[in-house]
């Protein structure tokens, strides 16, 4: 299906909305009445733009990053950086919307951002050729290693069921908040990676995780005290298929869009939904999601948020 007709229909809280493609994609061009439409904004689904200019238009209507970013805060922006891949085959989180999270943190205020990931493929070749590393740099942001345990300590997950503990990157543990930049697509394992399958890229030992119960695993390691302030899923590429690396270009649809929450079920909820409009993947199939709202992370029943829709 190309990308004009799976997008003619997307049915982000369960009301159809019909879209128009005089042109090219015309997405989101109405809006779903909703109960609480004049209280603050739960959620924001972006699409059309380029990923900086999505994030921009984001963060503007959630009240701007100086509600999340303090003034001398230490921040850490978290993308997914797991596999030494080019952008544009969505294996990692976009460099341009990294870039623009790094700039808006430090208009707020921000003393320093770091970004980092404990990759997957060798942690050089993924840094380099996500294009992650130049971007953050070039926006002013550390970008340090996670290759290694001694950047991990060790903090308590009381409430996990399957893992009660686990070693968490250093520069989590020490700033003052963080971002979770995950980027969405397939995966194999966890049949979705969106925001909350992106702390596994925060912890030492993956290797627990997948031998298991990995969907409780993802669900367990969110209850961490330290929270993300901001989920912002990246969707202007998807993953469709041969998650979470890709074989090749054939695996990408160029979607354009762009979640942001402060909630992260129901972030991924959303943008679960919307990669059912690119191949059929039920919600129940995603048990980390159901999982995180059992240990009350997070709602799955978004149909009674504000969701703010912007069509660029």
């Known amino acids: 299906m190309d990308r004009r007709n799976f997008l003619r229909t997307i049915a982000i809280t369960g009301a159809a909305i019909t879209l128009k493609t005089q042109g090219g994609m015309d997405i989101l061009a109405q809006t779903v009445n909703n109960a609480q439409t004049g209280k603050p904004v739960d959620i924001v689904a972006v699409m059309g733009g380029e990923p900086d200019a999505m994030f921009k238009r984001a963060i ?33 989180t976009n460099p341009k919307l990294v870039a623009e999270i790094v700039r808006q943190c430090f208009a707020a205020g921000a003393k320093e ?20 590393e130049a971007a953050a740099k070039g926006a002013g942001a550390k970008v340090v290693p996670a290759h290694e345990e001694s950047y991990y300590r060790t903090i308590q997950l009381p409430n ?107 972030v991924d909820t959303a943008a679960a939904k919307f990669f059912n409009q690119i191949r059929e993947m039920p919600l129940a199939n995603i048990g980390h999601l159901a999982n995180g709202q059992s240990l009350k992370l997070g709602t799955m029943n978004i149909d009674n948020l504000n969701i703010k829709r912007i069509k660029m």
């Open 113 to 132: 951002v770091t970004v980092f990931d404990h990759t997957c493929d060798d942690w050089v070749k993924c840094y380099k050729n996500s294009g992650i």
């Open 160 to 266: 996990g069921k399957k893992i009660k503990n686990a070693k968490v990157h250093e520069a989590i543990l020490d700033s003052d908040v963080w971002i979770n930049v995950p980027v969405l697509k397939h995966h194999g394992g966890a049949n979705l990676s969106i925001s909350m399958k992106n702390h596994m890229g925060i912890v030492w030992d993956r290797r627990i995780f997948h031998s298991s119960d990995l969907q409780q695993c993802i669900a367990d390691i969110c209850t961490m005290q330290k929270k993300p302030v901001l989920n912002v899923v990246d969707a202007y590429r998807t993953m469709k298929t041969n998650g979470p690396q890709g074989k090749s270009s054939a695996d990408v649809v160029d979607t354009k869009s762009l979640f942001v929450s402060t909630d992260i079920v129901a």
């Open 60 to 92: 503007t209507e959630l009240g701007g990053m100086s509600k999340y970013v303090k003034k001398g805060y230490k921040v850490v922006v978290k993308p997914n950086i797991g596999w030494d891949k080019a952008p544009e085959l969505a294996g990692n």
